[in-house]
């Protein structure tokens, strides 16, 4: 499967789905090797390559870790932004890999907001961490499934991401 989430609220589901063996998307810039090293320590796997540097090595990387059976996770917003702009790299992963995609979220009630570009969420000490799961969907083949794959892309990220998402399909973890 393929986990689709935005950048702001990486931190919290890297520690939910640590130890998991997912794969993710990481920039080939600096700041992705931080990223990088601190997902290793979790027990990710990176795959290298973002829209803006290395892309076709990425999605080539994303194909193969989900058709090997592995799972994967995509920022598309990432690696500038604009904060919550979905791009799609993510949907023709999906689609050449077979993949069906699971959005997902997290909020904190507690949580330093950096002055970044995506407003990266960092939960404070005892902060209640809510983690939302979307309805998964799969993309169709052809260009018809992909341009349909990126609308349910952008609406189900919207569900998980609003706050009144919070009251059915949240888990609370921390």
Same mark, same amino acid.
């Given at each position: 499967? %393929? ?5 702001? *609220? ?10 998991? &063996? =997912?794969?993710? %998307? %990481? +920039? ?7 990223? +990088?090293?601190?997902?290793? +320590? $979790?027990?990710? #796997?990176?795959?290298?390559? +973002? ?8 999605? $080539? ?14 920022? !598309?917003?990432?690696? #500038? @932004? !604009?904060? #919550?702009?979905?791009? !799609? ?7 050449? @890999?077979?993949?069906?995609? =699971?959005?997902?979220? *997290? ?15 960092? !939960? ?24 349909? &794959?990126?609308?349910? *892309? *952008? ?6 991401? #609003?706050?009144?998402?919070? =009251?059915? &399909? ?5």
């Amino acid at each position: 499967m %393929v986990f689709l989430l935005w950048h702001e *609220a990486l931190l919290p589901l890297l520690w939910q789905h640590r130890g998991q &063996g =997912v794969a993710i %998307v %990481v +920039s080939e810039a600096r700041d992705g090797q931080y990223l +990088s090293d601190l997902a290793a +320590s $979790l027990g990710y #796997r990176a795959v290298r390559g +973002s829209s803006t540097r290395g892309g076709a090595r990425a999605l $080539l990387g994303a194909v193969r870790e989900l058709q090997a059976g592995c799972s994967i996770a995509f920022t !598309p917003d990432g690696p #500038r @932004g !604009p904060r #919550r702009e979905l791009k !799609p790299g993510v949907i023709a992963a999906a689609q050449r @890999g077979g993949a069906v995609i =699971v959005p997902i979220h *997290a909020e904190a009630d507690r949580a330093w907001r950096l002055h970044s570009w995506d407003r990266f969420m960092i !939960p404070q000490p005892l902060a209640r961490v809510l983690i939302t799961y979307g309805r998964p969907f799969g993309i169709k083949t052809g260009e018809a499934g992909f341009a349909e &794959g990126l609308e349910q *892309a *952008a609406l189900r990220l919207d569900e998980v991401s #609003r706050k009144d998402a919070w =009251v059915d &399909g949240a888990i609370a973890i921390g």
